[in-house]
T-cell receptor, first 120, second 115 residues
Framework: AQTVTQSQPEMSVQEAETVTLSCTYDTSESNYYLFWYKQPPSRQMILVIR??????QNATENRFSVNFQKAAKSFSLKISDSQLGDTAMYFC?????????????????FGTGTRLKVLA | DAGVIQSPRHEVTEMGQEVTLRCKPI?????LFWYRQTMMRGLELLIY????????DSGMPEDRFSAKMPNASFSTLKIQPSEPRDSAVYFC?????????????FGPGTRLTVT
């Protein structure tokens, strides 16, 4: 069974500093997608960044980048120049095709989240 | 587009009562997802639909939970009878597809409290 593990329940970082959130996953699938979602206090879940497993190059979105290590099944998120607005829960998520491929089922699994607080 | 719309935003009910949560996905999105978020279990996928058809309901906790999608613009998640352990935030999300890792757009969630 696929699993997603976020081992850091809480983290804090000083404004303008860099922070890395860790995520590991377990799967026997060769093709899948990985995501980082942000959930600020407003509760609205927002996609931060996405990585396709077959792509070697790490995804980047402005101040957000990932370190994707497929062999190690690791997918960490780096936030550079942290801003107060980055304070939120961050969820790592995994998506792959389910066992019933012919019927087009897909599996989405979220980690338990890391609460990040950016300090002024 | 207004995004995914959920109602109500908050619901407080007594144990044993029926609860119905509502969701309007983003127009044109073929997939709709229902999630439950708790401190203990994090974010769990309950069920998802493709073109109004339930595809995978293996995450639905028990028979007290049911979900429907009568048309492309509306879905409901019903709990009958409700129990205190059902207290959680329930999210609805929609997506344009699942291939190529399409992102899911989440609604603001419904905070359910069962007393």
């Amino acid at each position: 069974a696929q699993t997603v593990t976020q081992s850091q329940p809480e983290m804090s970082v000083q404004e303008a500093e860099t922070v890395t959130l860790s995520c590991t996953y377990d799967t026997s699938e060769s093709n899948y997608y990985l995501f980082w979602y942000k959930q600020p206090p407003s509760r609205q879940m927002i996609l931060v960044i996405r990585q396709e497993a077959y792509k070697q190059q790490n995804a980047t979105e402005n101040r957000f980048s990932v370190n994707f290590q497929k062999a190690a099944k690791s997918f960490s998120l780096k936030i550079s120049d942290s801003q107060l607005g980055d304070t939120a829960m961050y969820f790592c998520a995994f998506m792959t095709q389910g066992a019933r491929r012919t019927s087009g089922t897909y599996k989405y699994i979220f980690g338990t989240g890391t609460r990040l607080k950016v300090l002024a | 587009d207004a995004g995914v719309i959920q109602s109500p935003r908050h619901e407080v009910t007594e144990m044993g009562q029926e609860v119905t949560l509502r969701c309007k996905p983003i127009s044109g999105h073929d997939y709709l997802f229902w999630y439950r978020q708790t401190m203990m279990r994090g974010l769990e996928l309950l069920i998802y639909f493709n073109n109004n058809v339930p595809i995978d309901d293996s995450g639905m906790p028990e028979d007290r939970f049911s979900a429907k999608m009568p048309n492309a613009s509306f879905s409901t998640l019903k709990i009958q009878p409700s129990e205190p352990r059902d207290s959680a935030v329930y999210f609805c999300a929609s997506s344009l597809g699942v291939l190529w890792g399409y992102e899911q757009y989440f609604g603001p969630g419904t905070r359910l409290t069962v007393t």
